[in-house]
């Protein structure tokens, strides 16, 4: 529940996969929070405590899109169901249709 507190923005990142899913629909508890940067951030690191760990619930991607400073605390919408569809997760596999449906239907 740490995520919450977080105000990625501050941290040049944003929200991707499970924890958007989480934000925008209140639908499913992440058990993976991913932050898109283009470098994670040392004071990010050290305020919420975050170690190294290959197989821990926090994942840093590269922010690979031309945007600059970013405006909303979560990734695209494309880019949330993309992460959601690659894990194979039924739960995710389930937010995701949400996430497809708000893309071509308007807010779930």
């Given at each position: 529940e740490w995520w919450k507190q977080l105000?990625?923005?501050?941290y040049g990142a944003q929200f991707g996969g499970e924890?958007?899913?989480?934000?925008?629909t209140g639908y499913?508890?992440?058990?993976?929070?991913?932050?898109?940067?283009?470098?994670?951030?040392?004071r990010l690191i050290m305020e919420f405590?975050?170690?190294?760990?290959?197989?821990g619930?926090?994942?840093?991607?590269?922010r690979f899109w031309p945007f600059e400073e970013p405006d909303e605390?979560?990734?695209?919408?494309p880019l949330i169901y993309a992460d959601l569809?690659?894990?194979g997760d039924a739960r995710c596999l389930e937010t995701a249709d949400l996430i497809h449906r708000r893309i071509f239907d308007g807010p779930v």
């Open positions: 105000d990625c923005r501050k924890a958007a899913a989480a934000i925008l499913l508890r992440p058990e993976i929070v991913t932050l898109y940067t283009r470098k994670a951030d040392p405590r975050l170690r190294a760990d290959p197989a619930p926090v994942e840093f991607v590269d605390q979560t990734v695209p919408l569809v690659m894990t």
